[in-house]
Nanobody, 123 residues
């Protein structure tokens, strides 16, 4: 089993950048496919990006391509989400998730979830 703790959220101005981190504990992160999701106020949870066990393959929601980058450092048991050119509509709670398999047909079925970190983008 793995535990996930997100960090790096906060207030950022539109056009700025923010990097989120997700630290894992318990079983080493290299055993897991990792993903980022977000949930804006009053909206459902949305898939952002995912990365395979070694960081060889990445997956992005079409709307996130080009602005968001997912990466991982298995030596640090940490996965990152670099967010650039942020917009007010990127305001959301960002969640980290983990799964032993690639669930590209349904990322929302990932097995383990963190509690989230809030990113607020001001205009």
């Amino acid at each position: 089993q793995v535990q996930l703790v997100e960090s790096g959220g906060g207030l950022v101005q539109a056009g700025g950048s923010q990097r989120l981190s997700c630290a894992t504990s318990g079983r080493p992160s290299r055993y897991y496919v990792m993903g980022w999701f977000r949930q804006a106020p009053g909206k459902g949870r949305e898939f952002v990006a995912a990365i395979d066990w070694l960081g060889s393959l990445t997956y992005y929601a079409d709307s996130m391509k080009g602005r968001f980058t997912i990466s991982r450092d298995n030596a640090k048991n940490t996965v990152y989400l670099q967010m650039n050119s942020l917009k007010p509509e990127d305001t959301a709670v960002y969640y980290c998730a983990a799964d032993r398999s690639i669930r590209s047909s349904s990322w929302y079925a990932m097995e383990y979830w963190g509690k989230g970190t809030l990113v607020t983008v001001s205009s």
